[in-house]
Nanobody, 117 residues
Framework: QVQLVESGGGLVQAGGSLRLSCAASGSIFRINTMGWYRQAPGKQRELVATITSGNNTNYADSVKGRFTISRDNAKNMVYLQMNSLKPEDTSVYYC???????????WGQGTQVTVSS
């Protein structure tokens, strides 16, 4: 079993920055992909960014150049640095870890990010 705990959400003005953190614990196999997804009210959950255990990254077009994903494999942590935030970035942000060898993933409970105009 794997547990994910997000932190760092909050209220920020447009143009501001926030840093999200996610701590993974439990049975963490070293080959995995960690990522951030978000879901706004009435919308489907969407990918924000992912990073593999080999540090290959992938970003949604809407956040490229503004958000940076990183990870600390020794601590089983993943981070999302969000700069130049826009009101449309307002969502609940969810941490995810996926194990390709098990074809299984886990979700955190989510953290609210609200960007005021």
């Amino acid at each position: 079993q794997v547990q994910l705990v997000e932190s760092g959400g909050g209220l920020v003005q447009a143009g501001g920055s926030l840093r999200l953190s996610c701590a993974a614990s439990g049975s963490i196999f070293r080959i995995n992909t960690m990522g951030w997804y978000r879901q706004a009210p009435g919308k489907q959950r969407e990918l924000v960014a992912t990073i593999t255990s080999g540090n290959n990254t992938n970003y949604a077009d809407s956040v490229k150049g503004r958000f940076t994903i990183s990870r600390d494999n020794a601590k089983n942590m993943v981070y999302l640095q969000m700069n130049s935030l826009k009101p449309e970035d307002t969502s609940v942000y969810y941490c995810n870890i996926y194990f390709p060898s098990w074809t299984r993933g886990y979700w955190g409970q989510g953290t609210q990010v609200t960007v005021s105009s």
